[in-house]
């Protein structure tokens, strides 16, 4: 089931309306990516987003990705 809804830009969308509203309300977007979501961490870092570091979670290591700019060339 997942694969049928992917590269159907809903992702995207959601993740760009949700950068959108940080920005919005006057914070920088960013979000922690579990060590082994590797598929996560390519896109977040397609659409923006910059690998800050990484911290020690209860399910391994955190990596922090920050956004700077609202919709960075693709």
């Known amino acids: 089931p997942q694969a049928k809804l992917r590269g159907r830009g809903l992702g995207t969308a959601l993740f760009d309306s949700a950068c959108d509203a940080a920005t919005?309300?006057?914070?920088?977007?960013?979000?922690?990516?579990?060590?082994?979501?590797?598929?996560?961490?390519?896109?977040?870092?397609?659409?923006?987003?910059?690998?800050?570091?990484?911290?020690?979670?209860?399910h391994g290591l955190n990596y922090v990705f920050v956004r700077d700019t609202p919709h960075p060339a693709r």
């Open 24 to 58: 919005a309300a006057g914070t920088r977007p960013a979000l922690a990516v579990l060590e082994g979501s590797a598929e996560a961490r390519r896109f977040y870092a397609s659409h923006g987003m910059t690998e800050a570091g990484c911290s020690p979670g209860i």
